[in-house]
Nanobody
């Protein structure tokens, strides 16, 4: 598996928006995660290669959205109405398993991880 590469992190004021990008030539499933000091890595959103399954975590539902470019080599995480609690390192990761309806993937199913991109939300 080719290691995915994240970009788009930065500093934003509360209430603002950021769009993160994850570039990888192909995948069966791709997920976005985040981790802040003292917390476990948290699932945010995922999609399969077909793009027909796109689960989003309840904690960010309505604020975060996953999508991809027309070339299918970049997957985005659009983050709106950001809050200071969203401050974390954001990672994308790919899995060789194909995400299907009703069969969510676990953290360990994602085997190729990017280096992460820092998102800081100021109050």
């Amino acid at each position: 598996q080719v290691q995915p590469v994240e970009s788009g992190g930065g500093v934003v004021q509360a209430g603002g928006s950021l769009r993160l990008s994850c570039t990888v030539p192909d995948f069966n499933s791709l997920g976005w995660f985040r981790q802040s000091p003292g917390r476990e890595r948290e699932f945010l959103a995922a999609m399969n290669w077909r793009g027909d399954i796109r689960p989003v975590a309840d904690s960010v539902q309505g604020r975060f959205k996953i999508s991809r470019s027309t070339t299918k080599t970049t997957v985005y995480l659009q983050m709106n109405d950001l809050k200071p609690d969203d401050t974390a390192i954001y990672y994308c990761a790919t899995s060789t398993q194909f995400l299907q309806r009703g069969q969510p993937l676990g953290l360990r199913d994602y085997t190729s991880w990017g280096q992460g991109t820092q998102v800081t939300v100021s109050s």
